[in-house]
Nanobody, 123 residues
Framework: VQLQASGGGLVRAGGSLRLSCAAS????????MGWFRQAPGKEREFVAA????????HYADSVKGRFTISRDNAKNTVYLEMKSLKPEDTAVYYC?????????????????WGQGTLVTVSS
């Protein structure tokens, strides 16, 4: 499956953004989907994940209550709604697809990755 992330940009602290990740090439509903991020000089970290049906979601503690992951299998798209953004949310955000797991928080379990979209939160 090929993934294309979009929706990043520059936003002030406290603002909101919605990221989208469009999938193509395979049956989207077969895949658990995840969002990860990587800030400059830091390792890639888990943000959120959603199961194939959308019935199960997981979030990193740092984004719980502020970010919401969702998916529309009819549109082959997964979303990350981000609210109350903080400067420490600044990173390149990647979407990823996992065919065999269970909406994991571990990036090693995802076989397919998008190119990333940059989110910059100014203070």
């Amino acid at each position: 499956v090929q993934l294309q992330a979009s929706g990043g940009g520059l936003v002030r602290a406290g603002g909101s953004l919605r990221l989208s990740c469009a999938a193509s090439g395979r049956t989207f509903s077969f895949y658990n989907m995840g969002w990860f991020r990587q800030a400059p000089g830091k390792e890639r970290e888990f943000v959120a994940a959603i199961s194939r049906s959308g019935g199960t979601t997981h979030y990193a503690d740092s984004v719980k209550g502020r970010f919401t992951i969702s998916r529309d299998n009819a549109k082959n798209t997964v979303y990350l709604e981000m609210k109350s953004l903080k400067p420490e949310d600044t990173a390149v955000y990647y979407c990823a697809a996992d065919r065999f797991g269970d909406a994991s928080m571990y990036h090693s379990e995802y076989e397919n990755w998008g190119q990333g979209t940059l989110v910059t939160v100014s203070s």
